[in-house]
């Protein structure tokens, strides 16, 4: 007896197509994008999507990392429990880990700003165990370039 399972060409397709359409949504261009028609929100949207994806990295680069006592390969980062885009900019939510808290945050915000690409952030805590910072609306930057003295032509 057979087994009729539809056509072999949408069981190959389907789990392409979910892949295709996860990649563009972690890019920032899922149907929040979509449904917004004003530019500043939607580069808001791309900036933050941006953000949450290079996170790890970026907090593995400023070390901003905590040994987990359990197990010592396991590196644990300040997750991000929230993003919100409203008027005000960018206000992204994170977790405190211990050892990582807003003093931390505070050190390194202006590696946070060149990393994001952005004029200013903003770094408070609303509560405890919990890290607001906001990327006010703005026009993106270049990140710092420094130059050894010997190129500055003395």
Known sequence: MALDVGPLWLWIAAPIVVTLLWQIHQFGYGPGYWRTRDPQQRTALRAAARIRRTWPRTARKLRMVEHDPQNPNRKRIPPIVATTIGP???????????????????????????????????????????????????????????????????
């Open 88 to 154: 005000e900019g960018i206000v992204l939510e994170f977790g405190t880990v211990v050892g990582i808290g807003l003093a931390e945050f505070e050190k390194h915000a202006s590696h946070l700003i060149n990393a994001w690409r952005t004029p200013k952030v903003d770094v408070w805590q609303a509560e405890a165990g919990r890290i607001q910072v906001r990327i006010p609306h703005g026009r993106a930057t270049k990140p710092t370039v420094y130059r050894p003295a010997s190129d500055l032509g003395r």
